[in-house]
Structure formats: C-alpha cells, structure tokens
C-alpha cells in the first residue's frame, strides 16, 4: 500500500494535472512547500541497492527517475517529482548511514576529503508523454574533525537519513570547509532550480 499525505492537496489553479513529490523525505517537502503550489506525497516504493560497478552519478539519476515513473504508472493524469541523492567520495556510493554507528564511521572517511554530491531530480507526466530529469552536482570539502566533534555532533543533529551524514541545513554546516553549486537546495535534496524550470516545461504556471 502506498503511503499518501495530503499537502495543500487540490488542483493547481494553473494547471488541470495534479502535482505529486514521490518520496517521504521531510526535507524535500520542506522545499518543494517554498514553490507554494498545491501537492501530494507519496512513497515511491523503490529498491534504492546500487547495480554493481554504477556510478553515483548514475545511480542518482536512475532511482530519482525510477522514483517518478513508479508514482506516475498510478497516477497517469499527474505530474509527479522523484529525487535521490548520493554522496560520491572517489567514486564510491555513500548513502543515507541509518544509524550513529554508521554515520560514525562515514564521517571519519569523509574528513578532510572532497566529496560531491549527486542530486539527482526527474518530473513524470505519463498523460502528456512529459518525461525530464536533470543531475546537479555540489562539491564539498570537509574540515579535518576530531573524533569527538563527530560524536558530539552526531549526538546534537542524528543524521542518519541523510546521505553523507552531513545535515548542511543545521549543525552539519559546521563540518564543512567549502560548498560549491549552482543551486543550494541541492544539497539539502531537491535542486529547486532545476525542477521550477522542468515543471514550467511541464506546464505550470509557479507564479
């Protein structure tokens, strides 16, 4: 059973398609509110494992389209938002930790390193054969940390749904050294640029 929450949920009053964000995230639905348009959530249902030897840039881009199309494959007469994030260290997938073990552990690999992250967005309308998806990339080079400035900060924020374990909207900034991109609400996991500019190629109207 798909899990469903109502956001403001009516039809656009620009558009006759409904809007959906296919995905739980309490931070991309914090974002996507700031278009102030009428949506609903809901769960995508997606096995998120990696294929073997993908790239996090691929990996990125394949669940946030994968997250899409499984929403919209239900909703054929809505245009429906999916996300996913990957931290890329040298290559390798790191993914939300889960728990303050884990999240531990990724933040003693990522001190002092240069890590992106792949942010991936894709906007689904099946009715009118609307399909588009973009990446954004955010370079992030972490400070040196001590060991028990990870233990304290883990104990502060509990990141542990965040990719990278790096929560750069709260205390995770602290972490950091340097962000770089095109778009700051990338990084937090739902790149509003990118997808204002899809949804208006989808048509509706944001203002």
């Known amino acids: 059973m798909q899990l469903k929450l109502n956001i403001m949920a009516s039809l656009n009053p620009n558009s006759n398609l409904?809007?959906?964000?296919?995905?739980?995230?309490?931070?991309?639905?914090?974002?996507?509110?700031?278009?102030?348009?009428?949506?609903?959530?809901?769960?995508?249902?997606?096995?998120?494992?990696?294929?073997?030897?993908?790239?996090?840039?691929?990996?990125?881009?394949?669940?946030a389209i994968a997250k899409a199309l499984a929403v919209a494959r239900n909703r054929i007469d809505?245009?429906?938002?999916?996300?996913d994030q990957v931290a890329n260290l040298k290559g390798e997938c790191l993914g939300k930790p889960g728990t303050h073990e884990n999240a531990f552990r990724q933040l003693q690999r990522l001190r002092g390193q240069e890590v992106f992250f792949e942010t991936a967005v894709a906007v689904v309308c099946l009715k009118n054969n609307f399909e588009a998806h973009e990446l954004v990339r955010i370079r992030v080079l972490f400070r040196e940390l001590e060991d028990s400035e990870i233990e304290?900060?883990?104990?502060?924020?509990?990141?542990?749904?965040?990719?990278?374990?790096?929560?750069?909207?709260?205390?995770?900034?602290?972490?950091?050294?340097?962000?770089?991109?095109?778009?700051?609400?990338?990084?937090?996991?739902?790149?509003?640029?990118?997808?204002?500019?899809?949804?208006?190629?989808a048509g509706f109207k944001l203002f």
Not at 32 to 46: I, K, N, Y
Not at 78 to 83: D, E, F, N, R
Not at 172 to 185: A, F, H, K, W, Y
């Open 18 to 63: 409904n809007l959906i964000l296919a995905s739980t995230s309490v931070y991309r639905r914090e974002l996507l509110q700031r278009l102030r348009m009428p949506f609903e959530v809901v769960a995508p249902l997606v096995d998120e494992t990696p294929m073997p030897g993908e790239a996090p840039p691929a990996l990125a881009s394949r669940l």
């Open 78 to 83: 809505s245009v429906v938002i999916g996300s």
């Open 152 to 201: 304290s900060y883990l104990r502060a924020e509990m990141p542990y749904d965040c990719a990278g374990s790096a929560k750069s909207e709260g205390l995770g900034i602290s972490l950091l050294e340097v962000i770089e991109s095109n778009d700051p609400t990338a990084l937090v996991g739902l790149p509003l640029i990118a997808t204002s500019r899809m949804l208006r190629q």
